[in-house]
C-alpha cells in the first residue's frame, strides 16, 4: 500500500491538474459508455429521487458529429495509400468516436438529481458536477434563456450558466455563495446558477416540494 500511495503522489506532483482531471474525465466517461450499452440505472439516483435528463438540444448535433466522424474515416481509408499512416489515422479516429460517445453517455447517465431532502445536483456527463443544499436555494424557476459562451460560463456578478446546446431553462437563485469546480479544476462562486432540463417543470416543482421521507 506504500509503494501505491507512492506512485499516487509522484503523479500529483509531476502530473497537471488539468491533465489529471481530464484522464479521470475520460475513465468515467468510459465507463458511462459501458453503463449505457447495458442499459444500466442512472448513475447517482436513489430510490424516490427524481432524474432530470438534458441531453435533448445536443443529442442530434452528436449523433451528426458521429456520423461525419465515421464517413471520414471511410473516405480516409480509401485516399491514404501508406499502410502505417492508415493504422495511425484509423486508431485516432476510432478513438475520437468512442470519445464523443462514451461523452453523451455519460450526459444520458448522469443526469440532474432533485434529492429526497430538496437538494439538487447539477451535472454535466463526467465533466461537471454540484449539489445545492435546500437550504441555499432561495428560489427555483422556469427561464429559458440563450446565453453565448463555453459549457461553464461564470459572469463577474456571480452568475453561474451551464449551457447545453446553446440554452438554459431553469433559473436557481441562491441565499449564500455557492463554491463550485469548472472542467479543468479553476475553482469559483456562483450566487445564481442557470442550467438546462429537458422537462424543466417537473424540475422545479420537485425542488419546490420534496418527496416525502
Known sequence: MSGVRAVCAAVRARVPVPVRRLLRHELRAAASLGRWALRRPPHGVGAGELPAAYTG??????????????VETVALSVL??????????????????LLMLAMHAACVTRPHVVR????????????????????????????????????VALSEDGVLDLIVGGQTT?????????????????????????????DPRALVAAVRQPAPP
Open 170 to 198: 431553469v433559473t436557481v437563485e441562491l441565499t449564500r455563495p455557492l463554491a463550485f469546480t469548472r472542467p479543468l479544476g479553476a475553482r469559483g462562486e456562483a450566487r445564481t446558477i442557470r442550467f438546462h432540463a429537458d
Open 116 to 151: 429526497r431532502d430538496g437538494s439538487l445536483r447539477i451535472r454535466y456527463g463526467a465533466l461537471f458536477d454540484l449539489v445545492v443544499p435546500p437550504e441555499a436555494v432561495a428560489s427555483v424557476r422556469v427561464d429559458r434563456r440563450y446565453p453565448q459562451g463555453r459549457l
Open 57 to 70: 438540444p445536443q443529442t442530434a448535433m452528436m449523433y451528426g458529429l458521429v456520423f461525419v466522424a465515421l
Open 80 to 97: 491514404v495509400p501508406w499502410p502505417a499512416v492508415h493504422r495511425v489515422v484509423l486508431v485516432l479516429d476510432v478513438y475520437g468516436v
